[in-house]
């Protein structure tokens, strides 16, 4: 065995003398390695079991190849060859909308009555096992998510009780948005107003201090009258602005972790139409009229796209016959979106990229999914962005006009695909007295943009909202006439390619980082709670919570925490990290 070792030493030297001073001629360097191997005699069983050790070391370094980043040229099946392994038949896997979050539970509960989730709620405190109250899945940063376990209240989706003449309607809280518009159309009532889509269950937009637009109409948990919520240690609880009403004001905008919300009785109004206004303006002409406008429309927003002078300005209010105005347009669906067709054709061939065999014919895509498909191209060419932004400017130039609907219609607005989204709010002042605070933080925001090259698509989104008296809302106010802008940016993901998505992220987290160290502090902004995302540094979480703070009620909201979810069976990470505990859970 030892005049084996002996030799096995001296080749090793030979080989580390080899590779750290190599020959000039490497032919000679290779045959004289190989004649000093070859003159001295090593059983057959010995090769063998070293060609195996060989062979094993190259297997993991293709392993390990095949499974770590490679260069932004690499095929993308590269990358997938070991990122998942087979899941268990009990395995629930459940993402967001955009696909940004996602977790594997083998917990997840869908009561179908009270009775049922108050026996899951008992029975998961005793056990102490997590069930975060989960809804539709939409929030961009996954805050309902939790790998130990969810409940959600989807089979829980029934209208209960109208009130005409009240004008209220009481709910299961997994009923979806657009469930309950469609139930309350035939009592001539609907919501006072919407967010941008309508899949949300209730209980989830009244929880995360969800919003619409308009500087006269608050965030949605103001519609919220009373509620019956499910908690570990008190059971069913009933709170109302008479009921209970400090812990019905912060349970409002609780972010699931009071209690799960089973039932809310919500303010209603009456049917509605209403006359949108879609027009093209610049940042100028707003400034001239941004005050008049906050305070004369019922509805507004402003679509600001980067890279360009554009600002498309879209004005709701109710519709009256005496004022109809001429709905014609200059131009049709068909040409205003022509222009959009003519750039994807042409990148097309500047990228040399074939349509798919199965692609829908170009002329039935909508305006926002050949905005996918053009940035999908090229996503972080700031360039190229530019020039789909030009694009997308030139369209609504020629998508200007009025449209008549029932509120519910036009309150909607098509968002484009997955997407990661930050949103911030900030106070702009008072509806008497705006401070212009919001177009401030705007125009700072395009000199970013454009100093830093940021590959920023359009549009960047602002709306408007009066304050929330919940004291956990992003709009929270003691104020009754403050109004508060939200800002939203975001980028797209436009594709399932795991690299490219990687590469977004990472470029929209800088985009991110740069408004944040820019501008939230300046302007007093904060995440909607939607969209807030935890930092992964220890000094920048801790920054955030101090933050989080001193703006809301955190002592309140973690004491009534305590006493109502003791185990903490409703909250999971994200909560946790946002709003840390003193005390661990017995």
Known sequence: MQPLFSRLLRRSSLLRHHLLNPNP??????LHLLRSFSSSSVPDSDIRKYAGYFVLLLGCGAATYYSFPFPADAKHKRAQIFKYAPLPDDLHTVSNWSGTHEVATRVFLQPESIPDLEKLVKEANEKKQRIRPVGSGLSPNGIGLSRLGMVNLALMDKVLEVN????????????????LVDALKEHGLTLQNFASIREQQIGGIVQV?????????????EQ??????????????????????????????????????AEVTLQCVERHELVEHTFVSNADEIKKN????????????????????????????????????????????????????????????????????????????????????????????????????????????????YRVGWSDEILGFDCGGQQWVSETC????????????????????????????????AP????????SKSPMSIASSPHEDDIFSWVGIIMYLPTMDVRQRKDITE?????????????????????????????????????????????????????????????????????????????SPQ
Request: net charge positive; aromatic share 8%.
């Open 290 to 401: 941004h005050k008049k406008w906050l305070g004369e429309n019922k509805h507004i927003k402003y679509l600001w796209i980067p890279y360009t002078d554009t600002v498309v300005v879209v004005k709701c209010n109710t519709f009256s016959k005496r004022k109809s105005p001429k709905l014609t347009s200059k131009y049709t669906k068909d040409e205003a979106i022509q222009h959009v067709r003519n750039l994807y054709q042409e990148s097309l061939a500047k990228y040399r990229v074939q349509p798919a065999a199965d692609e829908p014919n170009i002329n039935e895509l909508s305006f926002t999914e050949l905005r996918d498909k053009l940035i999908a191209l090229d996503p972080l060419n700031k360039d190229h962005v530019m020039k789909v932004n030009k694009a997308e400017a030139e369209y609504w130039k020629k998508s200007e006009g």
């Open 25 to 30: 001629n490497p032919n000679l360097s290779h």
């Open 164 to 179: 005409k003449e009240a004008k209220t309607v009481r709910v299961q809280a997994g009923i979806r948005v657009s469930q």
């Open 460 to 467: 960047i989104e602002q709306r408007w909202t009066a304050r």
């Open 209 to 221: 201090g969800a919003h619409g637009t308009g500087a006269k109409l608050p965030p949605i948990d």
């Open 507 to 583: 470029e929209f987290f800088h985009y991110r980082h740069l408004s944040q160290s820019s501008l939230w502090d300046h302007y007093c902004a904060f995440e909607h709670w939607a969209k807030i995302e935890v930092p992964k540094d220890k000094e920048e979480l801790a920054e955030l919570q101090d933050r989080l703070r001193k703006r809301f009620p955190v002592d309140a909201f973690n004491k009534a925490r305590k006493e109502l979810d003791p185990n903490r069976i409703l909250s999971n990470a994200k909560l946790d990290k946002l709003f840390p505990l003193l005390e």
């Open 224 to 261: 919220v009258i009373s509620m019956k919520i499910v908690t570990p240690a008190k059971g069913t609880i009933e709170v109302s602005k008479e009921k209970n009403p400090e812990l019905f004001y912060l349970a409002r905008c609780g972010l699931g972790a009071l209690g799960v919300v």
């Open 426 to 457: 900030f106070p702009t002042g008072s509806l008497a007295k705006p401070n212009m605070k919001d177009l401030e933080y705007i125009e700072e925001l395009m000199k970013l943009i454009e100093k830093e090259d940021v590959p920023a698509p």
